[in-house]
């Protein structure tokens, strides 16, 4: 359980994250989605205690982190894969952490096996790994403790399409087991294969808090009607933007039309006998909602006292 | 690839409340300064400036002692006295291992993972400090011995070598290197980079105690001998004067201290 209430953080004049407040709950796969620079990373180092709220509080299983005897129990995170020293292999990289925390040697031979890290590759200088090792050693610290609270930033990053479904696969069985997973990403197709729930941030401010489908749902249906005709399609345009409707063409014979429902678009057809090649209704993609609720965050941030974030 | 997770079946990891946090962040700083090889060579470096810069200081008492000069004669000299005039180069190896433990882990990004590991700043300088006081007194006692292998031979009979007080001298020399290998640390975790920590240490060692005794005025000869380069010095010659050298080790240990706490307070103010 990771608990958030009135969380800030500035940097000079630049709001970083603002007033943001959100519980992130165990048992499912919580996307914290946001684009570059919305303050995902910096929320997530300040429930690390690794920078220092401006105000509010970041609480984790009910404590700030930075009183944790042994935080690997309580949290793991993958927060910057690249927080290894280059001369250091990545094995001595994990004991290095599990003995902080009086996790035993054997454990770190358990974790390398679970992210697929072979001895060769766990005794190789850090930075003669790939990005996508990186991130396998990355997550082979975060599980290290074995803990109820895991945090991923940006866990895809650099792996195949092989190590993309696998990260998906481990968070999912993670929070099947009852733990609180918090996914960080700018890719919403991603999310929304993993996700059970979004956390939207946009310049550092809350732009949702619901289920995904919700998040959906909210951006609204669109309708896409084929009409082979072009004189037709010219004729139907009208009328459906004079019954209040937007249209964008789509394709050469395609449009699609929000703000009507597709029985809308069919009884105005069938007025002007017009003839269809498709009329369907499908929900807006993830991508699109994010798009709507970012787009509101680019104006707010247009005002005067708004910065570029970091 | 097919494996989710191995923590399925809750592994036998040692329950938390067992070990001492303070004992596991030292284990882990133990683990990181000799899993880099450049620890390694900061300590062979540290044993050639010893042999090189006693070998040499010897050779110039044994010299001043035999040319047709006698204004520079040394006469018969403690090894020991030779050795403790090469800790002035040789410590900046010793220097080095202080401060490259912290300023290593800033210019890498490595202390976001020590910090994630221990979140408790003081418990990490605590640690780190610990471990480079053990190793630099270790390390200490090591560069008296080989001074003094070195020196012994070329002084001849122009160096004389009592088992006690050279004994006794080594393990000064040890005391010396510790505290400033500690104050080293407690600077660099304030000053975060490493060639800044250098450049403050060589002005508070030597270059600042130096100019203000160069006017020879006796309030700023007062404020050189609490610089603790000057301090050190006095605790390792065992001078009676300005201070007994029981004086000096406390003052370069109160330096220690306060350089410890000064880095602490930083590591709790800033972001990592």
Redesign the interface.
Known sequence: MITLSGLTKRFGSTVAVDDLTVDIGPGRVTGFLGPNGAGKSTTM?MI?????PTAGRALVGGRP?????????EVG?L??A????????GR??L???A??????GR?VD??L??V?LDARAAGKPARALSLGMGQRLGIA?A?L??PPVLMFDEPVNGLDP?GVR?VR??AR??AG?GRTVLVSSHLMSEMQLTADRLVVLGRGRLLADAPIEEVVAGAGTEVRVRVPDDADRAVLTGRLVAAGATVEPDGPDALTVTGVTAERVGDLAYERGIRLHELSAREASLEQAFMALTADSVEYAATPTGGDTR | ?T??????H?????P????D?L???V??E???LW????TWWTVLAGVLLMAASAGQLAIYVANGNTDDDPLNDAGVVAVTDVVIDAVGLTQYAVLALGLLAIT?EFT???I?????????RGRVLLAKALVTGAVTVVLGLLLGAVGVLVAAPVLGRWGTAPAAGTAGDVVAVAVYLALVGVFALGLAAVLRSAVLTLTVLFATLYIVPLSLREPDIAVLDRIADAFPGEAGRHFLTGDTGPYPAAVGLLLLAGWAAAALLAGRAALR?R??
Do not use: F, K
């Open positions: 180092r690390l205690g690794l920078d220092r982190y930075r009183e944790l005897r042994h935080p690997l129990h995170a927060l910057d690249r927080a290894v020293h280059p001369a250091r292999s001595a990289h004991l290095t952490m003995r902080s925390n009086g996790i035993p454990r358990e974790v096996a679970t697929g610290g599980l403790g074995d092989d696998w696969r481990l069985a993670l087991e | 690839m494996t989710t997770t191995a923590s399925t809750r592994p036998g990891v040692t938390a409340h067992r070990t946090p004992a596991g962040a284990a882990a133990w683990t990181r899993s880099v090889r450049s290593g890498t990004g490595t976001r993972t020590t910090l994630q590991c221990t979140p408790s103010r972001d990592a």
